[in-house]
């Protein structure tokens, strides 16, 4: 199955979208990778739900990625003595305390011990997703003190969100531990950690699931922004959240950060997702609006590795359409006479290493003679990710004889994931290379194209060699 796009799709299952038909409909509108929310979701079901996406992944005889996604800690106010909750002036001062008595006008329990010893006057307060917000004028023991900045009516449980408050406890809450071990025991590709705030946070999640299960940080909170780099140095990829980091930061510096990390998750060569509300009318509509088209588009021409569905695939009436108009706006993008220049344009220079200069190298062969394809022999998915991040035209074709491997990379921009035997020397890594562009109708024969590998084979992180092949069919010297 070969798709017709360099950008991946990631679509949220769930009750919409639960079902084995669907799920074979989602691959074939244009789905690579599936994101399972652990919000929404019990350990003890994820295995199944794996198993099912498996089943429907060996008829298809394509890898198929599957992304687990934390859910992370969940900080909410107490209740409040009235269901209606209770109606906060602005201006007023309120009070956010350890009693677990019902609120009122004046204070209600945060339950967070944690929050309120690292709280500190100055300190933003953001409630139910930005309806209310709050600035911490004084801090007494396990009571803070705030000013109403925008008020407005709060109920029980709402959540808050601290943008300016560095929470001295790991990322991870115990029923995160829990479904991490399931999903490393499930076979799960991609781990996405919620609500990170440094480099530890990645640790942390590392102590679980090793280096079986590569692992994406999500950026939705200030804190993560500052520390990006050495995140992104911790994680195998990035997830741009721009639901919360709307929240907890000014929207309109939103746009500019997701450049950002985009540019940086490319410079690095590790993958970045651009996720929230890229087509949110079509969870009730058939089309999306005109600007979410031009969202989609964006992230596209910024050369994201890939694009996320969350509520539109999983619980919207309409995934399948979701998934295929996702499909047909970045196939438009990627084939405006723009794109070209503007993917090379945002390139970084090769890294300082034998696999980036050949990575750079396979990009300028396949760049100078027009060549259709890049074949990467890859046993880690390491040679592959080095090849993608020079973001060239030919299609990349990752051939590993690991299935792990495979599904992973199908997260990654412009990669074309093979399960095959390792090649058995150079001759055959070349064959067999040729073979698999032509099947997939990417290469003609008569044409050329760059096989990268490594030797000794089988041997991770080895690449080594850059040969050009030709596919069968015409004599060598031939016009490509």
Request: glycine residues 4%.
């Given at each position: 199955m070969f798709r017709?796009?360099?950008?991946?799709?990631?679509a949220t299952l769930g009750p919409a979208s639960g079902s084995p038909e669907i799920i074979r409909d989602l691959v074939s509108a244009g789905a690579d990778v599936f994101r399972l929310n652990m919000s929404h979701m019990r350990a003890e079901a994820l295995a199944e739900r794996v198993e099912l996406i498996r089943a429907i992944e060996e008829k298809l005889g394509h890898p198929v990625g599957i992304l687990v996604d934390l859910q992370g800690p969940k900080l909410r106010v107490g209740n409040f003595a009235t269901e209606d909750g209770v109606m906060i002036e602005s201006g007023a001062r309120f009070t956010l305390d350890s009693d677990p008595a019902p609120g009122d006008s004046q204070r209600v329990c945060l339950p967070h011990p944690e929050i309120l010893g690292a709280l500190a006057p100055g300190h933003a307060l953001i409630l139910d997703d930005g309806k209310l917000r709050f600035v911490v004028e004084a801090v007494e023991?396990?009571?803070?003190?705030?000013?109403?900045v925008v008020g407005g009516v709060l109920k029980s449980r709402k959540g808050v969100s601290l943008p300016d408050t560095i929470i001295p406890v790991s990322a991870m809450t115990e029923k995160d531990y829990r479904d991490a071990a399931a999903a490393r025991a499930a076979g799960a590709d991609w781990i996405a950690l919620s609500f990170v705030q440094r480099a530890e946070?990645?640790?942390?999640l590392r102590r679980i699931v090793g280096d079986e299960v590569r692992i994406i940080a999500k950026i939705e909170k200030p804190q993560a922004v500052e520390r990006l780099e050495d995140i992104l140095e911790a994680a195998d990829g990035l997830m741009v959240a721009r639901g919360d980091l709307g929240v907890e930061m000014p929207l309109e510096k939103?746009?500019?950060?997701?450049?950002?990390?985009?540019r940086l998750a490319r410079r690095l060569g590790k993958p970045v997702i651009v996720a929230t509300q890229m087509l949110e009318s079509m969870i009730t509509a058939p089309t999306p609006t005109r600007a979410e088209v031009s969202d989609v588009a964006t992230a596209v021409f910024e050369g994201a590795d890939a694009v996320m569905l969350s509520a539109e695939s999983a619980s919207g009436a309409y995934p399948r359409e979701a998934v295929a108009m996702m499909d047909r706006i970045a196939r438009e993008v990627e084939s405006d006479p723009l794109f070209p220049a503007l993917i090379a344009n945002q390139r970084s220079a090769p890294e300082i290493t034998g696999a980036d200069a050949i990575a750079a190298s396979a990009r300028q062969i396949a760049e100078t003679l027009e060549l259709p394809a890049i074949c990467a022999w890859s046993f880690?998915?390491?040679t592959a990710l080095r090849i993608a991040r020079e973001r060239p035209r030919a299609a990349i074709l990752a051939l590993s004889p690991r299935r792990e491997t495979a599904r992973a990379l199908s997260l990654v921009w412009g990669i074309h994931p093979i399960i095959t035997k390792d090649a058995s020397d150079i001759n055959d890594m070349a064959m067999r290379g040729a073979k698999f562009a032509m099947r997939a109708g990417i290469g003609k024969p008569g044409q050329r194209i760059v096989v990268v590998a490594g030797i000794p084979f089988g041997t991770p992180g080895a690449t080594?060699?850059?040969?050009?092949?030709?596919?069968?069919g015409a004599q060598p010297g031939s016009k490509s």
């Open positions: 017709q796009r360099q950008v991946k799709i990631v023991k396990d009571k803070a003190i705030a000013r109403v946070d990645i640790a942390d939103v746009p500019g950060l997701q450049k950002r990390i985009i880690s998915g390491a080594n060699i850059v040969r050009i092949a030709h596919i069968p």
